[in-house]
């Protein structure tokens, strides 16, 4: 081969090593290279103490692994329980001092589930979306009777409390949510709290004009704006619902059945509720 021609042939050669080498190296460099994670929880159909211990898993997961940079909820819920609720909503508020939180409705937030959403820097909402339903509701304990075959060594033995008792501390819940929307809000609340506890749901486009919810958008935007507040790029998207693991559905014993085998709309179990129940029938029989 002449001289000429070698040179040549090693040239172009140098040339790809130096062009293809560091390529390859950054290849195999980029599989072990860190890249940031925005977690999806999901929180949907009513929340009970099985959905509650599953989401609550998941915020700790998150919370555990420096690899999670920001969350995004999924919310398409009525609400639920006011312990579970307010469990989730606590641990949201922990995580949040570290790392940003978006909700993003997708069918109903309501009561309970708008409740939790309070524990977020930020609202985003599908435009066909209901949101709202302030308050609480349970069922009252009955009068106290005597049961001559029973014993008991007071009144409210069987029942806990009185009516009197029992209506204060719905009142008492009440105005604790109350206090989280006052929170959560903010300035952005654009209606008075007295509105806010009528208890009313809200056409999307109606709860942004009231400052219940803070835009219009879609979960790819929800997840653009958790990146944001998090100042990350190049990041992941993971359902920690699938990577913590939970098979169990509470969801279809949550509501009491009538005498048809149908849903009455109201929880089968009784106790205190941020729910949502527009389909109550009333016949729990």
Do not use: C
């Not at 819920?77 to 997708?106: A, C, F, Q, W």
């Amino acid at each position: 081969m002449p001289l000429e021609e070698e040179n040549r042939y090693f040239d172009t050669r140098s040339i790809l090593l130096f062009i293809i080498l560091p390529l390859l190296v950054g290849i195999v460099l980029s599989t072990f290279i860190y890249h940031p994670v925005i977690g999806i929880i999901e929180i949907k159909d009513p929340i009970d103490s099985v959905m509650g211990k599953a989401v609550v898993e998941q915020i700790r997961y998150a919370s555990n692994h420096p690899e999670y940079k920001a969350l995004v909820l999924l919310i398409d819920s009525p609400g639920g329980t006011v312990n579970d609720s307010e469990l989730i909503y606590l641990e949201l508020n922990h995580l949040r001092k570290k790392i940003p939180i978006v909700s993003m409705v997708e069918g109903v937030s309501a009561s309970g589930a708008y409740y939790i959403s309070m524990a977020t820097d930020y609202i985003f909402s599908n435009p066909s979306a209901m949101v709202g339903n302030v308050g609480v509701i349970g069922q009252l304990p009955p009068i106290p009777i005597i049961l001559e075959e029973t014993y008991s060594t007071g009144p409210y033995k069987f029942w806990g409390s009185s009516r009197d008792t029992y209506m204060r501390q719905i009142d008492m819940m009440k105005r604790g949510f109350l206090q989280a929307v006052e929170l959560g809000r903010g300035e952005r609340l654009l209606i008075p709290i007295d509105q806010v506890s009528k208890g009313e749901i809200y056409p999307a486009n109606v709860a942004l004009q009231l400052g219940l919810i803070d835009r219009l958008g879609s979960q790819s935007e929800a997840i653009e704006k958790a990146a944001s507040l998090a100042y990350i790029s190049n990041y992941k998207v993971t359902s920690l619902n699938e990577v913590v693991g939970n098979d169990e559905d509470g969801s279809k014993s949550f509501y009491a059945l009538d005498k048809n085998g149908e849903s009455t709309g109201y929880p089968k179990e009784q106790g205190f509720y941020f729910l949502y129940i527009p389909d109550f029938k009333g016949d729990m029989q």
